[in-house]
């Protein structure tokens, strides 16, 4: 979802996506000839440790930081914090869906499935 959403503070994030995301919609242009399918996942927010404070934000040295971010540095510290562990996806079940999907068996047997296929509710209800 991080593709389709600009999100102050977190524009890295979401311009990594979305060139994910193009690069697999030109992708499919040049290996459909081979016969080759792909899927890129765009998954919802899924409980993992991504907003977890301590986990992968490198602390900075607080005299080099701007203090015209100040506010919004705080602001998305304190909304990770918030949204830690209650993210609506559970990572096993997408990571099974994701294997159904490739191998086009289980919850997606027989299914004809679109290429860009979100995962999750939260995905599936605003992609």
């Known amino acids: 979802m991080a593709a389709w959403y600009p999100m102050a503070g977190c524009n890295l994030y979401n311009v990594s996506k979305a060139a994910l995301r193009w690069l697999a919609i030109g992708l499919a242009g040049e290996i459909a000839q081979f016969g080759i399918r792909h899927y890129l996942v765009e998954p919802g927010f899924f409980r993992t440790g991504l907003l977890d404070p301590s986990a992968n934000i490198a602390g900075t040295d607080k005299n080099s930081r701007l203090d015209a971010y100040a506010d919004l ?30 191998t086009s068996s289980g919850v997606a047997a027989g299914k004809e499935l679109p290429e860009l296929p979100p995962l999750g509710s939260d995905a599936s209800a605003e992609i």
């Open 73 to 102: 540095n705080l602001t998305i510290k304190t909304n990770f914090a918030a949204f830690n562990g209650a993210q609506l996806g559970n990572p096993v079940k997408g990571a099974q869906i994701i294997y159904d999907v490739v």
